[in-house]
């Protein structure tokens, strides 16, 4: 039963434009978000962060967006830069918040110069 | 310093050695974490220490075994591994087992058992 889902498994955007990372999650006891990128050979970096109490972070060119109604957050990056380019994990970590996080499978930016 | 060390980056074992994997961190981070990640599959959690003891064991089977010996360093005994645990072997590490800044993660150690 996968609990956080990343429906989609890759995406390709051009340098400049918005890239929008999507992820739902079935889980109403989910009360934590969290997006990494992750490029080959390296651990996954966090990137940012939001609470169930609020529906919208922002950290320079990364926002995060959590409708708890749909069970569904997105990750917005502009503009969007060929560094960019990774695999990028939805987690989501439960009541109690004992430190045990749930991944999505990813989903593979591709920002094209 | 703000990295998570993980050694070594690559392991081949067979099914009848024993071997481990080390992890250290100098953040002062008190939760430190295994994940396995098998290709194509996001992490999943193994183990959980919260101030160098074990609060969570998702049921790994008894071949891994974890190890806190300090607040800086974990360790992951592997012993009679079988081929399908062969994987992206993670060690994280966090300031408490809240998550208000997400995990550091190493770079992994790449497991094959052959």
């Known amino acids: 039963d996968q609990q956080v889902k990343q429906n989609s498994p890759s995406l390709s955007v051009q340098e400049g434009r918005i890239s929008i990372l999507n992820c739902d999650y079935t889980?109403?006891?989910?009360?934590?978000f969290l997006w990494y990128k992750k490029y080959p050979a390296e651990g996954p970096t966090f990137l940012i962060s939001?609470?169930?109490?609020?529906d919208k972070n922002e950290d320079g060119r990364f926002t995060v967006f959590l409708n708890k109604s749909a069970k569904h957050l997105s990750l917005h990056i502009v503009p969007s830069q060929p560094g960019d380019s990774a695999v990028y994990f939805c987690a989501a970590s439960g009541a109690g918040n004992t430190g045990k996080l749930i991944f999505g499978q990813g989903t593979t930016l591709q920002v094209k110069p | 310093d703000t990295e998570v060390t993980q050694t070594p980056k690559h392991l081949v074992m067979g099914m009848t050695n024993k071997k481990s994997l080390k992890c250290e961190q100098h953040?002062?981070?008190?939760?430190m974490y295994w994940y396995k990640q098998k290709a194509k599959k996001p992490p999943e959690l193994m183990f959980v220490?919260?101030?160098?003891?074990?609060?969570i064991n998702e049921s790994v089977p008894s071949r891994f075994s974890p190890e806190c010996p300090n607040s800086s360093l974990l360790n992951l005994h592997l012993h009679a591994l079988q081929p399908e645990d062969s994987a992206l072997y993670l060690c994280?590490?966090?300031?408490?087992?809240?998550?208000?800044?997400?995990?550091?993660f190493g770079s992994g150690t790449r497991l094959t058992v052959v």
């Open positions: 220490y919260s101030y160098e003891k074990l609060s």
């Open positions: 939001i609470s169930s109490i609020k």
């Open positions: 953040m002062g981070h008190r939760a």
């Open positions: 889980n109403s006891m989910f009360d934590y």
């Open positions: 994280a590490s966090s300031q408490d087992d809240l998550l208000t800044y997400g995990y550091t």
